[in-house]
Nanobody, 124 residues
Framework: QVQLVESGGGLVQAGGSLRLSCAASGRTFSSYAMGWFRQAPGKEREFVAAITWSGSSTYYADSVKGRFTISRDNAKNTVYLQMNSLKPEDTAVYYC?????????????????WGQGTQVTVSS
């Protein structure tokens, strides 16, 4: 069982930056691949970024590639999402998710555990 708690969301102007954190409970965090997803009002939850259990490999949605960076610190049981050059279309609730096993996943249905989400609002 893994419990995930996101933090770091807020209101930022276009072009600004935010860093989201996702703290995980449990002693086996390093055995989980992690992902970030987002959901805007009236839209389906979509993939943003993912990272393998070791942090050696990452994957990004085209819409955030070059602007967002996912990373993890297994000693702190935490995964991060650094978001730079934010745009109004990045406005959404951001969720972190965990799936047992080393490889990252890209689909919502493939993840086992979810956080409660943190709101990110980018003003124009």
């Amino acid at each position: 069982q893994v419990q995930l708690v996101e933090s770091g969301g807020g209101l930022v102007q276009a072009g600004g930056s935010l860093r989201l954190s996702c703290a995980a409970s449990g002693r086996t965090f390093s055995s989980y691949a992690m992902g970030w997803f987002r959901q805007a009002p009236g839209k389906e939850r979509e993939f943003v970024a993912a990272i393998t259990w070791s942090g050696s490999s990452t994957y990004y949605a085209d819409s955030v590639k070059g602007r967002f960076t996912i990373s993890r610190d297994n000693a702190k049981n935490t995964v991060y999402l650094q978001m730079n050059s934010l745009k109004p279309e990045d406005t959404a609730v951001y969720y972190c998710a965990a799936v047992r096993g080393g490889s990252y996943r890209l689909r919502v249905s493939e993840y086992d555990y979810w956080g409660q989400g943190t709101q990110v609002t980018v003003s124009s």
